[in-house]
């Protein structure tokens, strides 16, 4: 079942205009949750909001409120402000281009997919799309969705493209003071080729669902052995983590991966042929 469009409007690249719908792309993985519970009791935690000198109040006495100073806020309701304008509510204007590669990993946050509302705003859509691709460029623009202004990129992804929302350069903490202490020495040529050797031996096509979720697994085991156990203190012995070595030791420690290391090709087909996956930590 498709879900619900998180937003409808349409793109425009100069005087087009192109009426399309976007669609969340991810979606809640396996996952374990865990509730906050009175050890004493046994009972679950749950949370009351309550106004100091006054205790608990009715959800719908609760607005929003912006605090200008200690105690003192300006209140605003829902439809104060969902009537604020933004020309981006309603309209992606595609205001740069960059090159396919030229937006740094760290800006980007969810990824949404992008089809065309109708029949007839297939044509303008499958045009632009083909453009992108045929550039090996990436649209900019800004879109108002949810209470929020994002900055967004858009690409050609297969018959349709993705679209994906980009934080803001005050939400990114600047690289440089986390690595100001590593060091500007260059690497020893030959350890360098072994381990450029070791990569090139290793990469083959990504294909998430040859990975799991192996911390779920995990804790699944842990519940079930807690349960099973009365509740007794259950403790996993821990792998410790082998201690960084020496220059020789790393040069040893290349020489023996790439000599046990199989090309990714031959590992993919043998996984392929008994079915197995890759789990992922």
């Known amino acids: 079942m498709v879900a619900r469009p998180s937003w409808k409007g349409q793109i425009r690249l100069s005087l087009v205009s192109i009426p399309v719908e976007i669609y969340p792309a991810a979606k809640s993985g396996r996952s374990i949750s865990f509730r906050q519970v009175h050890e004493p009791s046994g009972q679950r935690v749950r949370y009351e909001k309550v106004v100091p000198g006054i205790g608990p109040v009715d959800r719908d ?116 003071s986390y690595f100001a202490d590593i060091s500007d020495a260059k690497p020893d040529k030959e ?26 697994d995990a804790l699944k085991r842990l519940i079930a052995k807690k349960r099973k156990a009365k509740g007794v203190r259950i403790i996993e012995d821990e792998e410790e983590p082998s201690e960084g070595g020496n220059v020789i030791d790393l040069m040893a420690a290349l020489k023996k991966s790439l000599e046990e290391e199989k090309p990714a090709k031959s590992k993919a087909k043998s996984k392929a042929k008994s079915g197995g996956k890759r789990k992922s930590a």
């Open 61 to 176: 006495e609760i607005v929003k409120g912006y605090e200008i100073d200690k105690d003192e806020y300006v209140l605003l309701d829902p439809e104060e402000i969902e009537a604020v304008k933004l020309e981006s509510r309603k309209t992606l204007e595609l205001v740069q281009f960059v090159p396919l590669h030229g937006i740094d990993a760290i800006y980007f946050q969810k990824p949404y997919f992008v089809v065309p509302s109708d029949d007839l705003a297939e044509e303008a859509f499958i045009v632009l799309r083909e453009a992108l691709r045929k550039e090996k460029k990436v649209g900019i623009g800004q879109l108002a969705m949810r209470g929020q202004e994002y900055v967004i990129s858009l690409k050609p992804c297969g018959k349709g493209m993705v679209l994906e929302t980009l934080r803001y350069a005050d939400e990114v903490r600047k690289a440089e």
């Open 191 to 216: 350890l360098l080729e072994m381990a450029t050797d070791l990569i090139e031996k290793k990469t083959g096509e990504f294909d998430a669902d040859e990975y799991e979720n192996r911390y779920v």
